[in-house]
């Protein structure tokens, strides 16, 4: 059974930086399609940012895109989301999520995503 820990939320002024972390384990995460979603109060989950199984090829949401940084470290079998230059409106729940195979049509759908964290907080301030 696949589990996921995330950790390195916090409270960060609009402009800083956050890393994120999801530990794997039961597989190895490079095995695993991995992806994070967010979600606000009285929203929806939404995507933010996948990688690949393998090469590790990495989608974005366009509201984060050039912001936000998705990679793999396979020695720690951990995924990381780095985050810059935030903005309050990136404060959310963030979740580490994870599937078995990659596919360009679903890829930002969180039902077909099989795994997932507990989540993290982040909150950006004005």
């Known amino acids: 059974q696949v589990q996921l820990a995330e950790s390195g939320g916090g409270l960060v002024q609009a402009g800083g930086s956050l890393r994120l972390s999801c530990a794997v384990s039961?597989?190895?995460?490079?095995?695993?399609?991995m992806g994070w979603f967010r979600q606000a109060p009285g929203k929806e989950r939404e995507f933010v940012a996948t990688i690949s199984i393998g090469i590790g090829i990495t989608y974005y949401a366009d509201s984060v895109k050039g912001r936000f940084t998705i990679s793999r470290d396979n020695a720690k079998n951990t995924v990381y989301l780095q985050m810059n230059s935030l903005k309050p409106e990136d404060t959310a729940v963030y979740y580490c999520?994870?599937?078995?195979?990659?596919?360009?049509?679903?890829?930002?759908?969180?039902?077909?995503?099989?795994?997932w964290g507990q989540g993290t907080q982040v909150t950006v301030s004005s």
């Open positions: 999520a994870a599937r078995t195979y990659f596919s360009t049509s679903s890829y930002a759908k969180s039902e077909f995503y099989d795994f």
């Open positions: 039961g597989r190895t995460a490079n095995s695993l399609v």
